[in-house]
């Protein structure tokens, strides 16, 4: 294609606010007119292949810097496309491998998604004059559209195929229209056309704080409560303990009782939080984030009740915020669970 080798690009659009590298990247190659596949290879090479990892999460220093200069986007801006961008909220350090904090996997499969690591919102991509996706929808604990207080989804409502936008133009061949992003790689559903489903709210309370712990990440909601990393570090590892497997750990049963509710089938075996289902995840989030509305008090409680064990609360647990520290602290002494 004429001037696609030249410094800047014939098209060069800019990130959509929120938006994700990967599907920045496809918008640049269709908006030229090419294959996802074809653009990268005349641009980057056969030899850097990109799109046989998670690619915004493991984005390499060249590609940003290539994405800057031929799009005349700052690097600050390309780089915050990113899930490493999330570093220092979400989690602590970031790292290439291995389950990261609150990042949903993608379970890459050469260039396949065998996993579910990537939601939408339905309205959103129906309401965008160009559809696309966000970085939040990366985020495990976003189970919740910020705008619409509809639930996010993790699949094709037809095939129950994961959102794999890249793989659209080797489905399609050579129909490259605008808008196909919404649509699945794999049955050609359009995704828009979901059916927008009501959140399932255990506790009123619970569900407004899990609402106010997602709109940190959406720049048009207000967050009236502070969260930091911390926080989210805290919320991850009582969602962790609910699904703990240890024979004197019921932390789950205690507050299921607490609030009336049934309990989901959870998937069996050693499953991180960010490669469980959304309604998994939705589910056991409702039941931290009740613990999380008053942690002293509950979680004494639970205590108490002899459901959770200090050590259990602070296992594995790195760094946890003074405040966790000094609640945690006051479950030592084990007698003082018989003192009134």
Not at 23 to 38: D, E, F, P
Not at 267 to 280: L, Y
Request: aromatic share 12%; charged share 25%; with cysteine.
């Amino acid at each position: 294609m004429k001037g696609i080798t030249e410094s800047l690009w014939p098209i060069h659009y800019k990130p959509l606010p929120d938006e994700l590298l990967s599907c920045w990247l496809v918008r640049l190659a269709h908006g030229h007119g090419l294959k996802v596949q074809t653009f990268c290879n005349l641009i980057f090479g056969n030899q850097r292949q990109i799109w046989n990892r998670d690619m915004d999460r493991l984005a390499p220093t060249w590609l940003i810097d290539e994405l800057s200069q031929r799009t005349a986007t700052p690097p600050e801006t390309t780089w915050n496309t990113t899930l490493h961008s999330y570093e220092g909220l979400l989690y602590r350090k970031f790292k290439a491998s291995g389950a990261l904090q609150w990042i949903l996997a993608l379970k890459v499969y050469h260039r396949k998604r065998e996993g579910y690591g990537l939601q939408y919102c339905p309205t959103c991509l129906a309401e965008d004059s160009i559809p696309y996706y966000r970085k939040r929808w990366r985020i495990a604990f976003y189970t919740v559209c910020t705008k619409h207080h509809t639930m996010m989804l993790d699949r094709c409502p037809q095939c129950a195929a994961g959102v794999a936008f890249h793989r659209l133009d080797i489905a399609n061949g050579d129909a490259i229209e605008a808008g196909s992003l919404a649509f699945c790689h794999e049955c050609g559903f359009d995704l828009r056309e979901a059916s927008a489903v009501e959140p399932l709210s255990y506790d009123s309370d619970a569900t407004a704080l899990l609402l106010n712990a997602c709109n940190v990440f959406d720049l048009d909601q207000d967050c009236d409560y502070k969260w930091d990393l911390g926080r989210y570090s805290v919320l991850h590892q009582l969602s962790m303990i609910l699904t703990s497997k240890y024979r004197h750990v019921s932390l789950r049963n205690f507050v299921l009782d607490q609030l009336g509710c049934r309990d989901i089938p959870l998937t069996a075996g050693r499953v991180s939080f960010e490669m469980r289902s959304i309604e998994e995840r939705h589910h056991l989030l409702q039941l931290a984030m009740w613990l999380m509305v008053l942690p002293d008090v509950r979680l004494e409680q639970a205590w108490r009740t002899g459901t959770v064990r200090y050590n259990v609360l602070l296992k594995d647990f790195s760094e946890p915020p003074d405040w966790y520290s000094f609640v945690t602290a006051q479950f030592k002494n084990w007698r003082r669970r018989f003192q009134k």
